[in-house]
């Protein structure tokens, strides 16, 4: 179709546009629209829905891998959708399960040396959502190619209220009084106990579906970040759409808080 052929050269020349840009190290990504989308079109369930945004899912990461792009954060699941209606949460979970289960799994994946972590509360997952990451971090603890997080169960608030509980347990155990810890207090301390410890912090934050708010989505770590709003529904997110987010990207003189 002329509609088909219009649309790959439009973005050729998007991808074009983005030679000797800077891009992002590290792209965090609001899934959001699913049941909106499923609504939209008529779907016979909300549950094809999510299923549709999570084969969404291998795109992204494959133009992520194609233009250099390191690290990757999906939050598929919030601490407050855990509170959802039993049979959607139950569907979701299962969804969330198989589609980690394919990310490390997948032979394509595995060849392009994908890595899979989970953040959040991990320990108020149901078991089957839980043991899927555990085994997935586990059987790609040693790839080296783009290093995807799965936010599952995870909130802003809850994630610096671990972080500074677990930092304060850590003190506590090394015998630091009170005053020790007020005094070592520091941003840089807290951060070191944050769910994402190990990944720099995200320097674009997409949110799709046309919501222009972050809903707690890495509080701490999108301090410097520059955000993205997409009109699309998750499942309905192109290749056009992020490459016009990178295009934004490059486009923004970032300041650090300078």
């Known amino acids: 179709m002329i509609s088909d052929v219009l649309y790959r050269v439009y973005e050729r020349r998007l991808a074009a546009g983005l030679r000797g840009q800077p891009l992002p190290a590290h792209v965090g990504v609001i899934l959001d629209g699913n049941r909106r989308f499923a609504r939209a079109k008529s779907l016979p369930s909300i549950a094809e829905g999510h299923r549709r945004g999570a084969s969404k899912i291998d795109e992204l990461l494959e133009w992520c891998a194609d233009l250099g792009i390191r690290h990757v954060t999906l939050w598929l699941l919030s601490t407050e959708n855990l509170q959802r209606d039993t049979a959607e949460l139950e569907d ?19 060849a392009r040396g994908l890595r899979v972590t989970g953040v959040g ?8 959502l839980r043991r899927a990451l555990k085994d997935a971090e586990e059987s790609t603890r040693s790839a080296t190619g783009v290093h995807v997080q799965v936010a599952v169960g995870y909130g802003g608030r809850q994630e610096i209220t671990d972080a500074l509980r677990d930092l304060l347990e850590e003190r506590a155990a090394a015998g630091d009084s009170l005053a020790d810890v007020i005094a070592d207090l520091s ?37 410097h970040s520059e955000f993205y709003f ?8 192109r290749k056009t759409d992020f490459l016009r987010a990178l295009r934004d990207f490059a486009q923004r003189q970032r300041r650090f808080g300078r």
Do not use: K, N
Not at 121 to 128: E, I, K, S
Not at 230 to 237: E, M
């Open 121 to 128: 509360a991990l320990d108020v997952l149901p078991d089957r």
């Open 92 to 110: 979701l979970v299962q969804i969330i399960a198989s589609t980690v289960d394919h990310l490390a799994a997948h032979p394509h994946h595995r």
């Open 230 to 237: 997409c009109d699309a529904y998750w499942p309905a997110f």
């Open 187 to 223: 941003p840089e301390a807290i951060a070191s106990h944050l769910y994402t410890r190990d990944t720099p912090d995200p320097d674009l934050i997409i949110r799709t579906s046309g919501e222009i708010r972050l809903s707690g989505f890495m509080l701490w770590q999108s301090a």
